[in-house]
């Protein structure tokens, strides 16, 4: 005890400069936004790496399970392919045949790959860090994907890594409908089970039933329309407002992320200025 009180008075002056050094950066980064942006950049950037050197340890355990996810992924894209197969001429390649098919997604539409380096879903406001940032193309807002379905959308971007806004987020939501109608409401999560999220404002005319598939409507510019979210695992409907509120079991193990796909939508700066344009003529 008595060694400690002799370090403090013999460094006191250059431990009191450190402490108000200490403070002044706070302020600083508090009161300026371009001094804020650049240490979130930077805590990115450190976190990043800590979360990279750490996540190459688990992903050689996991080596097995993303073996079996893209198998499960090629089965999917091969049966997609059979059933358009189904519907062109025999003398179509496949590739032309789903250039044709998917033409306006695809122009519309393209994917990155990404690598999850950290993911929190014991909170109630959950995060991932992957790994691809500005370099990559990624921008804040872009939504995020597995083979699966939806993860999430991007929140905070550096330039080599990113952190996504998890669908096991309070402030999450997005549109969603039923697979087989244009029936949609919001979908958002309470904070609980990390397996069950909420869809709610569904109108009371649709046809649900507890089984039915629940997928992105594409009323957003963040995700096409069509990826899955998950399935209805019980519904009621609120009496009050004539809405279904209905518990959807998710398609993605939120728990087990490894390999995810950013959405870069080509026309998303398009869109904004046309709705930009209409919110000022009014």
Same mark, same amino acid.
């Given at each position: 005890?008595?060694?400690?009180?002799?370090?403090?008075?013999?460094?006191?002056?250059?431990?009191?400069?450190?402490?108000?050094?200490?403070?002044?950066?706070?302020?600083?980064?508090?009161?300026?936004?371009?001094?804020?942006? =650049?240490? *979130?950049?930077?805590?990115?950037?450190?976190?990043?790496?800590?979360?990279?050197?750490?996540?190459?340890?688990?992903?050689?355990?996991?080596?097995?399970?993303?073996?079996?996810?893209?198998?499960?992924?090629?089965?999917?894209?091969?049966? #997609? $392919?059979?059933?358009? =197969?189904?519907?062109?001429?025999?003398?179509?390649?496949?590739?032309?045949?789903?250039?044709?098919?998917?033409?306006?997604? $695809?122009?519309?539409?393209?994917?990155?790959?990404?690598?999850?380096?950290?993911?929190?879903?014991?909170?109630? %406001?959950?995060?991932?860090?992957?790994?691809?940032?500005?370099?990559?193309?990624?921008?804040?807002?872009?939504?995020?994907?597995?083979?699966?379905?939806?993860?999430?959308? *991007?929140?905070?971007?550096?330039?080599?890594?990113?952190?996504?806004?998890?669908?096991?987020?309070?402030?999450?939501?997005?549109?969603?409908?039923?697979? %087989?109608? %244009?029936?949609?409401?919001?979908? @958002?999560?309470?904070? #609980?089970?990390?397996?069950?999220?909420?869809?709610?404002?569904? @109108?009371?005319?649709?046809?649900?039933?507890?089984? %039915?598939?629940?997928?992105?409507?594409?009323?957003?510019?963040?995700?096409?329309?069509?990826?899955?979210?998950?399935?209805?695992?019980?519904?009621?409907?609120?009496?009050? =407002?004539?809405?279904?509120?209905?518990?959807? =079991?998710? $398609?993605?193990?939120?728990?087990?992320?490894?390999?995810?796909?950013? $959405?870069?939508?080509?026309?998303?700066?398009?869109?904004?200025?046309?709705?930009?344009?209409?919110?000022?003529?009014?």
């Amino acid at each position: 005890m008595q060694q400690i009180i002799n370090f403090l008075i013999r460094y006191k002056n250059a431990l009191l400069f450190l402490f108000l050094l200490l403070i002044s950066l706070v302020f600083t980064v508090q009161s300026h936004s371009y001094h804020r942006s =650049k240490f *979130i950049n930077s805590a990115n950037f450190l976190s990043g790496g800590v979360y990279e050197s750490v996540g190459g340890v688990q992903d050689y355990f996991k080596l097995k399970t993303y073996n079996e996810q893209l198998l499960e992924e090629n089965a999917r894209l091969r049966e #997609r $392919i059979q059933r358009a =197969k189904t519907t062109v001429p025999s003398s179509e390649d496949s590739l032309s045949m789903l250039s044709n098919i998917y033409k306006d997604s $695809i122009s519309q539409f393209e994917f990155i790959p990404a690598k999850v380096i950290n993911n929190s879903y014991a909170k109630v %406001d959950n995060f991932l860090t992957i790994k691809g940032g500005r370099r990559e193309g990624i921008q804040k807002d872009m939504g995020v994907i597995t083979s699966k379905g939806i993860v999430g959308v *991007i929140d905070k971007v550096s330039g080599k890594y990113s952190t996504v806004l998890s669908v096991l987020n309070t402030n999450f939501t997005t549109n969603a409908q039923l697979q %087989d109608t %244009d029936h949609y409401g919001q979908l @958002q999560w309470d904070g #609980r089970n990390p397996n069950l999220a909420q869809l709610i404002d569904m @109108q009371q005319q649709a046809p649900v039933a507890v089984g %039915d598939t629940i997928e992105t409507s594409g009323r957003s510019a963040i995700f096409p329309k069509g990826i899955p979210i998950g399935t209805v695992q019980d519904f009621k409907l609120d009496q009050s =407002k004539n809405f279904f509120l209905i518990t959807v =079991k998710l $398609i993605n193990d939120m728990t087990n992320l490894g390999h995810v796909y950013v $959405i870069e939508n080509n026309d998303l700066e398009e869109i904004k200025a046309i709705e930009a344009a209409s919110i000022n003529e009014q």
